[in-house]
T-cell receptor, first 112, second 113 residues
Framework: GQQLNQSPQSMFIQEGEDVSMNCTSSSIFNTWLWYKQDPGEGPVLLIALYKAGELTSNGRLTAQFGITRKDSFLNISASIPSDVGIYFCAGLGPGANSKLTFGKGITLSVRP | NAGVTQTPKFRVLKTGQSMTLLCAQDMNHEYMYWYRQDPGMGLRLIHYSVGEGTTAKGEVPDGYNVSRLKKQNFLLGLESAAPSQTSVYFC????????????FGPGTRLTVL
């Protein structure tokens, strides 16, 4: 089946720093989604990408749909303490019966 | 709009007991999903529904049953709970499968002793 790779499992950064995460696969995807999960809460959709090469921003967050359609990147600029959480990528493959595939997530810690 | 709500938030069961988790959405979404989240495993799809009265198996359906009698509700049942079903359960809904932007509920933390 389709798998999404997110690594490392954890990232530690200093407040104010920028951070970049990527999500890779050996399969092609038609849609990439990035979610954030706060402790004790459900995942919240941050950014959705629908076209290869697409670059989309949401405040301090920027995400890109890779040209090969096999990867996506999320950048967070000028990190703040409330950026702490788990960041998941999710991809929707081609085909009418495709289901959303989730990566295992990256836990981000921000040191004040 | 409340979005996606789940009840209960927490539950402790003994092995062999049964229970039903309720998910409700007020966004008039066609598609609804049940996931479980375990440490290091990410989100795994249990069952899903593409519309009222229809359900289908996901990646890890064994030990669970679901029903979608009304469009806004999606129920997840455990007939005979096992310790391996200790997990956090999330319900999600989406308007269209084509884009599959899923909106998640707050989760139910279930412990089976």
């Amino acid at each position: 089946g389709q798998q999404l790779n997110q690594s490392p499992q954890s990232m530690f950064i200093q407040e104010g720093e920028d951070v970049s995460m990527n999500c890779t696969s050996s399969s092609i995807f038609n849609t990439w989604l990035w979610y954030k999960q706060d402790p004790g809460e459900g995942p919240v959709l941050l950014i959705a990408l629908y076209k290869a090469g697409e670059l989309t921003s949401n405040g301090r967050l920027t995400a890109q749909f890779g040209i090969t359609r096999k990867d996506s990147f999320l950048n967070i600029s000028a990190s703040i303490p409330s950026d702490v959480g788990i960041y998941f990528c999710a991809g929707l493959g081609p085909g009418a019966n495709s289901k959303l595939t989730f990566g295992k997530g990256i836990t981000l810690s921000v040191r004040p | 709009n409340a979005g996606v709500t789940q009840t209960p938030k927490f539950r402790v069961l003994k092995t062999g007991q049964s229970m039903t988790l309720l998910c409700a959405q007020d966004m008039n979404h066609e598609y609804m999903y049940w996931y479980r989240q375990d440490p290091g495993m990410g989100l795994r799809l249990i069952h899903y529904s593409v519309g009222e009265g229809t359900t289908a198996k996901g990646e890890v359906p064994d030990g669970y049953n679901v029903s979608r009698l009304k469009k806004q509700n999606f129920l997840l049942g455990l007939e005979s709970a096992a310790p391996s079903q200790t997990s956090v359960y999330f319900c999600a809904s989406s308007r269209l499968a084509v884009y599959n932007e899923q909106f998640f509920g707050p989760g139910t933390r279930l412990t089976v002793l």
